[in-house]
């Protein structure tokens, strides 16, 4: 193996899960910037409008908070980008990949932010504004399942699962080794038993030969 480790089946040094795990972060924040993209484009675009005028007070407020957190998630997504390009060459690779990780959940809870608020503004000015919390509300549990909860729950029955395989091929392991043990041990006092009976034979033998010698002579 030579300074590798294996890790869940995998052979590799930590530079090189290092360099795995940024090349993954890389296109899990491709398929995330693109929809910060386009929620953030739709939300610039909303002033020029010419219903925009007839908002009230409260929908402009959750309108100006929704650009700043567009605009929030746009700089957390991108940020993993700048802080490789600062930290190149600088043997950091592991710290880029932690840091980066941590800054894509907080882009990741932002934009959750973002997709809620959108909702939730766009069904208050076109329906009203109790359809509007209620529906809001739906995206934010169906949200928090799909973006934290289902994941969680997926890990957690892999982690069992492995725990059991594992347990489950360390008593294979043992009875197969107790198996051939007894085998072993059993042709083991067979050999010695044949050892302790060609010795007896051949002690028998010399003591013949004297008494044969005495005879002829």
């Known amino acids: 193996m030579s300074q590798r480790e294996i890790t ?48 009230d007070d409260v929908q402009v407020g959750i309108y100006l908070a929704l650009v700043l957190l567009a605009a929030l998630t746009t700089v957390l997504v991108i ?36 997709v809620v608020g959108t909702v939730l503004l766009v069904f208050d000015v076109v329906v009203g504004r109790s359809t509007a919390i209620g529906v809001a509300s739906a995206v934010l549990v169906v949200v928090i399942l799909g973006w934290l909860v289902g994941p969680l729950l997926f890990g957690r029955r892999a982690a069992r699962r492995e725990e059991d395989l594992l ?40 003591a013949a030969s004297p008494a044969s010698r005495g005879a002829g002579a």
């Open 8 to 55: 869940k089946g995998r052979h590799e040094t930590p530079d090189e899960r290092a360099d795995r795990n940024w090349n993954e972060l890389l296109q899990e924040l491709r398929v995330t910037q693109t929809g910060v993209q386009l929620l953030t484009g739709f939300l610039l675009t909303l002033p020029f409008q010419a219903r925009f005028d007839e908002l």
């Open 79 to 114: 940020a993993p980008v700048s802080l490789h390009r600062l930290l190149f060459q600088r043997r950091l690779k592991l710290v880029t990949v932690r840091t980066g990780h941590r800054i894509a959940l907080a882009g990741l809870s932002s934009l959750a932010l973002v």
């Open 167 to 206: 347990e489950r091929q360390g008593g294979a392991t043992e009875d197969s080794s107790s198996d051939d043990g007894a085998p072993g041990h059993d042709a083991g006092k067979e050999t010695a038993s044949q050892h302790a009976a060609d010795a007896a034979s051949t002690g028998s033998k010399d």
